[in-house]
């Protein structure tokens, strides 16, 4: 099967697919989707924002201009595809679909919500697409037609021994290293192990928009917010923090190191996170933050803890009992091979 793979180059997390797409015997195009800077689609931005950005999106033909330079440089007028499969298709619309469709009239189109409803407006693509799958659990049941589908994970070979008894590797949003650092002093004053790597980007520099944060943050008298911002920036330096990459492998290789996994999730979505479900495809224990977790066919107290947001305490019992490591019947639906077969039915 001849496939056209459009997705954004997060963490590398699109390389597995394309590679598991090509084992199972398909052929492979891939491109790199983007977000436009004026795309009106951010749930956050307000009216008068949209409304600008609506204008300026429509009057420069931001998308038509996008894709008749990579149909160009892709060669794609004079290729035949069988699949169009999509994360996200933040870049793609009427045009997009038109001309692909004109090309190849009977292409299946697939897409994928590796994020949520409450971040960005993915529902007015959903005519376009055959079938259209989501990450998340809430957002699933709450718009029909759309089904659940966690994000993949792929078996690691165990090591010897288990170095950490926690670990988390993540990038720094929202208040995931106000959560981190609650837990690592509970877990020192306990003399347990862990690596905590909460990541920034390393050419991040001052913006509009985060001097505009850091003086309303000055303005209420929010030190921490203030610190943040500072860290983001590279202005102060923190033990948890860290401005180097971590690759799928590193990320995967620290995860089988673990005993635990410390898992903290956006306050506004209830998918599971790529980290919870490569410690899950693993056989590992779960901390975290994502109590919609307790609907899921998978939930196990004995595997999965969840902590409150705002007052994060650890059970040191959970830390240090042994558990089976085999992976739930649910769990092995999203298997890389499994995962991908299902995108591509």
């Known amino acids: ?33 983007t977000m436009f800077p004026h795309d009106n689609g951010f ?59 004109k090309i190849n009239p009977d292409i299946r189109l697939v897409l994928y919500l590796w994020d949520n409803l409450q971040f960005f407006d993915f529902k007015r693509n959903f005519k376009y697409f055959d079938k259209v799958y989501t990450f998340d659990y809430n957002d699933s049941k709450n718009n029909s037609g759309v089904k659940f589908l966690p994000l993949y994970w792929f078996p690691v070979v165990a090591p010897e021994k288990e170095l950490y008894d926690v670990s988390l590797i ?19 004053e306990n003399n347990l192990t ?49 401005h180097n990459h971590y690759s799928v492998e590193d990320t995967n290789r620290i995860i089988s190191l673990s005993r635990c996994v410390l898992d903290t999730d956006r306050p506004s979505q209830s998918g599971l996170t790529i980290r919870f479900m490569w410690a899950l495809g693993q056989g590992k224990k779960i901390i975290t933050t994502n109590s919609s977790i307790k609907e899921m066919p998978f939930y196990d107290e004995n595997r999965i803890l969840v902590i409150e947001r705002d007052n994060p305490t650890i059970d040191l019992d959970f830390i240090r009992k042994d558990i089976k490591k085999e992976p739930h019947e649910f769990v092995l639906k999203s298997r890389l091979d499994n995962f991908t077969r299902e995108l591509i039915s």
């Open 170 to 188: 993540g990038s720094h949003h929202d208040d995931r290293l106000r959560i981190a650092e609650k837990i690592a002093k509970q877990l020192d």
């Open 43 to 101: 749930i956050s931005k307000n009216t008068i924002k949209k409304v600008f950005d609506h204008y300026l999106h429509n009057t420069y033909k931001t998308e038509e201009k996008h894709w008749r330079e990579l149909f160009e440089l892709h060669n794609i007028h004079n290729k035949h595809y069988d699949l169009c499969l999509c994360i996200n298709a933040c870049s793609i619309g009427k045009f997009f679909i038109t001309n692909i469709r």
């Open 1 to 33: 099967m001849n496939v056209l793979f459009i997705a954004p180059e997060v963490f590398e997390l699109h390389k597995p697919i394309v590679k598991e797409l090509q084992r199972q015997g398909n052929n492979v195009d891939f491109i790199s989707d």
């Open 194 to 242: 862990y690596l905590f790597k909460v990541v920034c980007a390393s050419n991040a520099r001052w913006s509009p928009t985060l001097l505009k944060a850091y003086l309303l943050a000055k303005l209420k008298g929010d030190s921490l917010a203030m610190r943040d911002i500072k860290i983001v920036v590279g202005e102060e330096k923190h033990p948890l923090i860290s």
